[in-house]
């Protein structure tokens, strides 16, 4: 099961790093399982995945985003640990700090035939009391991001979120 001793949690804290995210104005969404979460999905996760534009314009203010929350980003090939922002142009780079880690990826990241981009485009935002923004994936976005990628902890949590949605 995917679930905090599976999944690096130490100490997690996304916050932090979602508010100097928001504040970059880069385009970025939460995906995976915290975006489940936020849609109502109770299995718990220790990691924060994230999909963003890839807007090279917007590298340099997301990679200080990211350095501000006191994260290393590496190559997904987990590479030696860097703050250099051209890793956040590559299809998935993963980042890692004492408070958060996950990967942050691309519309260029393969996803069994899911259109990344149209999932930014139709993102929600969700606000919490004090102000912080977290954009996310619609519901069946979700769902369909999930099923497409097939490992059997993305079909079980599919197989939720469509629970979820049908009794709504």
């Known amino acids: 099961?995917?679930?905090?001793?599976?999944?690096?949690?130490?100490?997690?804290?996304?916050?932090?790093?979602?508010?100097?995210l928001q504040a970059s104005g880069a385009h970025v969404?939460?995906?995976?399982?915290?975006?489940?979460?936020?849609?109502?999905?109770?299995e718990l996760?220790?990691?924060l995945d994230l999909l963003w534009d890839a807007d090279p314009?917007?590298?340099s203010v997301l990679g200080a985003a990211f350095a501000a929350a006191?994260?290393?980003?590496r190559a997904d090939d987990a590479s030696d640990?860097?703050?250099?922002?051209?890793?956040?142009?590559r299809p998935k780079a993963t980042f890692d700090s004492e408070r958060a880690c996950g990967d942050c990826c691309t519309p260029s990241l393969p996803w069994g035939g899911v259109d990344l981009r149209a999932v930014l485009a139709r993102s929600?935002?969700?606000?919490?009391?004090?102000g912080l923004e977290i954009r996310i994936p619609t519901l069946p976005d979700l769902i369909?991001?999930?099923?497409?990628?097939?490992?059997p902890k993305d079909l079980r949590r599919a197989a939720e979120l469509e629970r979820l949605r049908d009794t709504s």
């Open 124 to 130: 929600e935002t969700a606000t919490a009391p004090d």
């Open 144 to 151: 369909h991001m999930q099923r497409a990628l097939g490992r």
């Open 70 to 73: 006191g994260c290393k980003l």
């Open 29 to 42: 969404i939460v995906i995976g399982q915290v975006a489940g979460i936020m849609h109502g999905f109770t």
């Open 57 to 59: 314009r917007s590298a």
């Open 45 to 47: 996760t220790g990691d």
């Open 81 to 89: 640990a860097s703050t250099d922002p051209e890793l956040l142009l």
């Open 1 to 20: 099961m995917g679930t905090i001793a599976t999944d690096s949690a130490r100490g997690v804290d996304p916050f932090p790093l979602l508010a100097a």
